[in-house]
């Protein structure tokens, strides 16, 4: 019998009829987005990641000496599943043929970089219904492409009320999905016409000053669709009473390419600082001592920076993107370091316009299939 | 934000400031009517040079959903005429279009090549073909050219131009006056001309709201200049596929007969639209070798003969000027598709047209 009309037995079947809400809508949501009933199915075996990881983190609570093996057993399995979806060989050699094909994975990417979250702070989590960490891992607003939102930040909020408590709030919230519509229908969609893309980036009887307009729109195309997606999943996720953390800090106007990845794409920054950087080169340096302070601290950003540029698709472009700014965020720690030593102050103009034609020229290789035709681009550019 | 942001009255007033600005904005729309000009100037002739061959927008727009006076202006055909030009204007599909074959490669470049005269004047051919089979929007695409002067129409069509099915993106729909204009006058009634060929003006087709959507597409189709024309190489043979041998489209296939259907009309209006010659051209389609059903993977044999019986009925009986190519290639002079030619096709099926041109004007001395 349930207790009659108590709080907390409301707050419960609240909290489960928000779960079950939410649960309905990623897969409604990437059924529409991934176009095939083949999405759903994909949706399904998210889902039994989410069981799985559900499983292991309550594996972990009463076996805590078991972490040693089971996180990075659970890390190589997430990671595993996300190589599996993008290398077409691999999917050849397991299934004999390509899964999923004409057909998206919805919020794979996202979802993996949370489960991964979730299993190496499990100690902070401490046990966590497979309920809860589904509605965390594939909260709707943030499926597709994020924010990539934190466990701790999001579980507690599932016991407050899914709406806005105070007219500011929604206000707020009906702003941020209007600002975010306007960003993405409106601006992005008008800047991709002009933008780069393959079809621009093989016309021969381009101008080279076109070509480097075009470079610029796709610059700004990127962020004004980005952080519109971004606005409007916070909104929504705020009418549903969820704060989601920001995405996007005016990247553009950063005089460092340290504080641009501050303020770009944050949560997913965050999370590679977090979840590679940070253990990468604490690791590296008390195995290879502080002598090499400078190696690891090059390593640690290729490496970090490598993993970004995979993880939005393996192809050699991504790479090559990945170890361009894994490079820039090198050389920029090394140059900050010697400038403070040296007090040496540039003009923040200065340090904005390097930043953003670095960031800029970053983007060739980001845009285009492959790092041959990123290069045959970027030497148009530069009028060779 | 300060406090007044979060107050419902604002938001009211905010609204109703932009419902009067919209009102405002189709008045003056309504007014000044700026798409009728903003169709006469095009990026293409000015900052970027024209292309050869007839652009396939396929940006965010849906295919093809442009008005052709547009899409006009992004071609060659858009100079002036040179006083001793002879203007030559070929249509069809892809395969007259030279889907694969570079701009030198096409079958109106070789026909170019040929440099035919005509009492001085130089034949200049102009590629007007467009990708997809529809006889009813190469008449619609021939209405059009009809602006530009042409002295001649070369038309390709094909056993799939007589489908009676909508066809071709949303050609039909983006040039629905002048369709209706075609329908009325010649009395076409194929299921494009009942979906689009009943075109009332009205005036709130005129305002901001209604033709937002036709900014937008001329804006973009602007913006296509940037982008490499969609046609590319193609080095696959057709020969490689495999060809069933049961019938691919049965003798009765309901989207073609009866034969003649509806969308014949378009081969009689197409040649009593202007005094211009027309010399339509059946296109030559891959015959392989040793398939006792069909002639390609698309075409059943039995459809085909019938085809080609009704279609010389047709050209004698409306007194046409038709040529019949069907048979002409070999199957190496394909390339990706059974309608897409090598480059050495495309200078075959040139010199056979040149010679039919060469031998009528002899006879007749075209339109002179």
């Known amino acids: 019998m349930y207790p009659s009309a108590s709080v907390p037995h409301r707050r419960t079947v609240a909290r489960r009829l928000f779960i079950a809400f939410c649960l309905i809508a990623s897969a409604i949501l990437a059924y529409v987005t991934g176009g095939t009933n083949l999405s759903l199915v994909l949706y399904a075996v998210s889902l039994l990641l989410v069981i799985v990881i559900s499983l292991v983190l309550r594996h972990l609570i009463h076996n805590p000496q078991s972490r040693r093996w089971l996180v990075p057993a659970s890390v190589s399995l997430l990671a595993g599943v996300l190589i599996l979806s993008r290398i077409r060989r691999v999917q050849l050699l397991f299934f004999g043929r390509l899964i999923g094909q004409g057909t998206e994975w919805v919020g794979l990417s996202y979802l993996v970089l949370r489960l991964i979250h979730v299993v190496v702070d499990s100690p902070k989590l401490g046990e966590v219904a497979a309920g809860d960490l589904a509605a965390y891992a594939l909260f709707p607003p943030a499926l597709i492409a994020g924010p990539i939102h934190r466990a701790n930040q999001f579980l507690p909020q599932l016991d407050q009320s899914h709406y806005p408590t105070t007219q500011p709030k929604l206000i707020d919230s009906l702003w941020r999905i209007g600002l975010g519509t306007a960003k993405k229908l409106v601006v992005a969609n008008a800047l991709s016409l002009v933008a780069l893309n393959v079809g621009v980036a093989v016309n021969p009887t381009l101008p080279r000053s076109l070509l480097l307009l075009s470079l610029i729109a796709y610059a700004f195309m990127l962020y004004f669709d980005f952080a519109g997606y971004s606005d409007i999943a916070i909104g929504v996720a705020g009418l549903m009473g969820i704060t989601l953390p920001e995405n996007f800090a005016n990247p553009y106007a950063q005089s460092t390419l340290t504080r641009f990845w501050q303020t770009w794409h944050m949560s997913l920054s965050f999370w590679l600082r977090d979840y590679i950087f940070l253990p990468l080169s604490g690791t590296l340096l008390r195995r290879i001592g502080r002598r090499w302070a400078t190696v690891v601290m090059a390593i640690s950003h290729l490496v970090t920076m490598t993993i970004a540029g995979l993880w939005h698709g393996f192809s050699t472009g991504f790479l090559a993107w990945g170890l361009w700014h894994g490079t820039g965020l090198f050389v920029n720690a090394q140059w900050s370091k010697f400038a403070r030593q040296h007090e040496i102050k540039l003009p923040s103009i200065i340090g904005i316009a390097l930043t953003f034609t670095f960031v800029t020229i970053g983007w060739i290789f980001f845009a285009l299939p492959d790092f041959g035709s990123g290069l045959h681009v970027l030497a148009r550019i530069a009028g060779r | ?368």
């Open chain 2, 1 to 368: 934000m300060n406090a007044p942001f979060y107050e419902w009255r604002i938001w009211r007033r905010v609204q109703l400031k932009a419902l009067i600005l919209i009102v405002i904005a189709n008045v003056l729309y309504l007014l000044i009517q700026p798409m009728d000009k903003l169709r006469s100037y095009s990026v293409f002739g000015h900052i970027f040079p024209y292309r050869e061959r007839l652009a396939v927008p396929d940006l965010d727009m849906r295919p093809q959903m442009i008005s052709l006076e547009t899409l006009f202006q992004s071609h060659v055909i858009s100079l002036p005429k040179a006083p001793d030009e002879y203007r030559v204007v070929v249509m069809g599909d892809s395969g007259a279009n030279g889907w694969g074959n570079a701009d030198t490669a096409t079958i109106s470049a070789y026909l170019n090549s040929a440099a035919l005269t005509l009492k001085n004047r130089k034949f200049r051919v102009y590629n007007l073909a467009h990708v997809g089979t529809s006889a009813m929007r190469d008449l619609l695409i021939g209405d059009t050219a009809l602006d530009y002067q042409p002295d001649l129409f070369v038309w390709f069509v094909t056993l799939q131009a007589f489908q009676n099915i909508q066809s071709v993106g949303g050609l039909f729909e983006a040039n629905e006056q002048r369709f209706t204009r075609l329908t009325a006058r010649f009395g076409l009634d194929d299921v494009n001309a009942q979906a689009y060929g009943h075109y009332e003006d009205t005036w709130w087709q005129h305002t901001l709201l209604f033709e937002r959507a036709d900014i937008y597409r001329w804006l973009a189709f602007q913006t296509y200049a940037l982008r490499q024309p969609a046609y590319k190489s193609v080095n696959q043979k057709v020969l490689q596929q495999a060809i069933p041998t049961q019938p691919v489209l049965s003798a009765d296939d309901p989207v073609l007969t009866p034969m003649p259907n509806a969308t014949w009309k378009a081969l009689t209006a197409m040649s009593s639209l202007s005094s211009v010659p027309v010399l339509i051209v059946n296109e030559p389609i891959l015959v392989v070798p040793g398939n006792t059903s069909n002639y390609d993977e698309w075409i059943g044999r039995a459809l085909y003969d019938k085809y080609r019986t009704t279609f010389q009925g047709f050209c004698n009986e409306n007194h046409l000027w038709c040529l019949d190519l069907w048979n002409s290639l070999p199957p190496t002079d394909y390339s990706d598709m059974p309608l897409h030619h090598t480059d050495q096709g495309n200078a075959l099926i040139a010199s056979l047209v040149a010679n039919e041109i060469r031998h009528f004007l002899n006879k007749n001395q075209l339109g002179l």
